[in-house]
């Protein structure tokens, strides 16, 4: 593509031009197609959840969906905060107190997303006389990962703590997940 | 294509001849699979697993268009069109158990073909490309055998899919948005379904395009054999057609009879029951584990239990589940690089003493243990065990297999194929009379006899 002593061929500058205009008309049809992977609109819509905290007992879960995932709700009793509490200074995986993860101006309700952070199985530990695994928590049956009652990460493979969404008290009985 | 001596395609009749002037499609099958295509006389039954692959590749497709006629990829319906199909349509359970054991037996010949290939050193030069696509082949079979086994929607379904696309969360920074952009969403549902039976359905198609790159590229060099010595001349060949047509033929008789008798009496054997109990993404079955076929890989994705850390301290270099997100793909890209991992002149296991110890007390104790252990419970002495297996099929690849192609002396090697098979060279007259005699017995590589 060598310019001549006139300057640069009419020609080259044809070749140049063409595939360029083919090349950003190609890239931009792509964008589309790879686009059309993400999550739909109404996927993205159904995106916050409301739970009804009035009627879950002290110790006493409840499963709901959040995003397709399942969410538990739980709320701890005086035992279960002092052994979490207890257990801040313990060497762990991934630190975090118990008040980090319940949020501020929130005493017991626990909200954690009920997806192992190993690879997305549901632990066992919200529902009555489930396996709560060796530190009254949460167990995975999967691969056999451990999470405290405050679902943070004790033993097992799984990287991370179980995850706290988002959420806020709507109202008194209410939270609104999301 | 290969030899000088390999019969050409004479057009018998005139449709033939128009034919052959036209679009010589019959010249390229009688020089691929037939008479002219050239192919040494000693090949043994370890040779028949590429034409078994072909056929179930063939035998997935037949029935996989057919079930692809009765079942809607939707969460709402999908497990209820496969009890469709086993009920209300004609035939459709023995379509529907034929796809099934026919994905397990395609399987078990591919295990076999690349087995073979390890034995024998298939992958050494000049047939590395054949190798090469193999193993794109294997990795194009694993992907469409695992978005395949998604569509009924049982509980296995939902929870393998959950946990295999959970690998890609494990790559840092990008995992976590890859992981929702391949589902589709927060968790497998309707997107996903319906994009893996997409997939399902164009995968066998592109797996058939690397299927013919694969045999263009074995007819360059032309097949290997037990002996791993090179072709030298026609005596050490015989024609494709009729000689190993018959032997495959044969061998495609034997496993069709275990393919009927799992297909007809033991239907469910290499399934999970819990994959007849509809997803429910809110609970999690007792023990997730793949199809039998992906056990090896599945232990040494969970051998790794303990985070990847400096000494001393508590800063984690990489985490438990990327290193066996990593150590399992790792498992399989390793055999790409085999045919130069291995650096002995010879090819066949025969002549390689030490090679050979390694392979039968090494390499097939490891890989039985890991197909054990991928289907076990994670707990001990399970989770110790595949870490065992797992580090030596690592060092098997990376470390055993490198220095003994250097250190080892191998036997000596016959002069030629036509001479490990009669036990002295005949000459090229008595080619013909050798070649029907060939046909008699297959025991030529048993017991080859090394020159002088």
């Known amino acids: 593509m060598a310019s001549t002593a006139e300057g640069v061929r009419r020609r080259d500058w044809i070749h140049i031009a063409a595939l360029s205009t083919a090349g950003v008309g190609g890239a931009s049809v792509l964008y589309p197609l790879v686009s059309q992977m993400a999550p739909t609109a109404d996927t993205l819509a159904a995106s916050t959840t409301d739970v009804d905290i009035s009627t879950i007992e002290p110790g006493q879960s409840v499963k709901a969906t959040f995003q397709d995932q399942p969410l538990f709700v739980k709320r701890l009793t005086p035992e279960e905060i002092a052994e979490a509490v207890a257990d801040d200074t313990a060497d762990m995986r991934d630190p975090q107190t118990l008040a980090e993860r319940l949020g501020e101006g929130n005493a017991d309700i626990l909200v954690n997303l009920g997806v192992c952070t190993h690879l997305g199985c549901v632990p066992l530990g919200a529902g009555e006389g489930e396996d709560k695994g060796e530190y009254d928590g949460y167990f995975c049956p999967c691969h056999g990962s451990h999470y405290d009652v405050a679902g943070r990460i004790r033993k097992g493979p799984a990287p991370t703590n179980l995850a706290v969404p988002d959420f806020e008290f709507a109202s008194e009985s209410v939270i609104r997940v999301g | ?452």
């Open chain 2, 1 to 452: 294509m290969s030899f000088a001596w390999a019969k050409q395609y004479e057009p018998q009749t005139a449709f033939t001849k128009w034919m052959d002037e036209k679009l010589p499609l019959p010249r390229l099958v009688y020089s691929a699979v037939g008479a002219g295509y050239p192919v040494p006389r000693n090949l043994n039954y370890m040779w028949n697993f590429g034409v078994l692959a072909g056929f179930f590749l063939v035998l997935q497709i037949v029935t996989g268009v057919v079930l692809a006629m009765h079942y809607a990829s939707n969460t709402e319906v999908a497990f209820g069109q496969v009890e469709h199909i086993m009920r209300n349509v004609n035939y459709g359970w023995m379509m529907r158990y034929a796809h099934a054991n026919g994905a397990s037996f395609f399987f078990i010949v591919i295990y076999l073909h690349i087995f073979r290939g390890f034995y024998y050193s298939s992958y050494k030069a000049p047939r590395e490309m054949i190798w090469l696509l193999g193993v794109v082949i294997f990795l194009l079979m694993m992907a469409t055998a695992f978005m395949g086994y998604v569509l009924p929607w049982g509980q296995m379904s939902f929870w393998g899919a959950k946990v295999i696309t959970g690998l890609f969360g494990a790559i840092p920074v990008v995992g976590e948005p890859l992981q929702v952009w391949l589902v589709g969403g927060f968790a497998p549902g309707n997107s996903a379904l319906n994009r893996f039976f997409s997939l399902h359905f164009l995968l066998p198609f592109v797996i058939a395009g690397v299927v013919i790159l694969h045999i263009w590229a074995l007819h360059i060099p032309g097949s290997s054999n037990p002996t791993g010595v090179e072709v030298k001349k026609e005596s050490d060949t015989i024609p494709f057609h009729p000689y190993y047509t018959a032997k495959d033929g044969f061998g495609l008789g034997v496993i069709l009879i275990l393919f009927t008798f799992m297909l007809f009496f033991l239907p469910n054997m290499l399934g999970h029951p819990d994959n007849y109990v509809e997803a429910n993404p809110l609970s999690t079955p007792a023990l997730i584990v793949p199809e039998w076929y992906f056990y090896p890989f599945y232990a040494i994705l969970r051998a790794f239990t303990g985070d990847l850390t400096i000494p001393f301290t508590d800063i984690i270099l990489v985490p438990a589940k990327l290193l066996g997100v990593i150590a399992m793909f790792a498992s399989i890209l390793v055999w790409f690089f085999l045919p130069w991992l291995d650096k002995s002149p010879v090819r066949s296991g025969h002549y390689r003493p030490m090679f050979k110890k390694f392979f039968w007390f090494g390499l097939i104790p490891c890989m039985a243990a890991l197909f054990y252990l991928g289907g076990a419970k994670p707990e001990e002495p399970f989770i110790v065990l595949s870490q065992i297996a797992t580090a030596y099929y690592f060092l098997h690849f990376l470390v055993i297999l490198p220095i003994v192609s250097q250190i080892e002396i191998p036997k000596p090697l016959p002069f030629s194929i036509t001479e490990a098979v009669l036990g002295k060279d005949e000459g090229g007259a008595g080619a013909a009379t050798a070649a029907t005699d060939m046909s008699a017995g297959d025991a030529p590589d048993a017991s080859p006899q090394p020159a002088e």
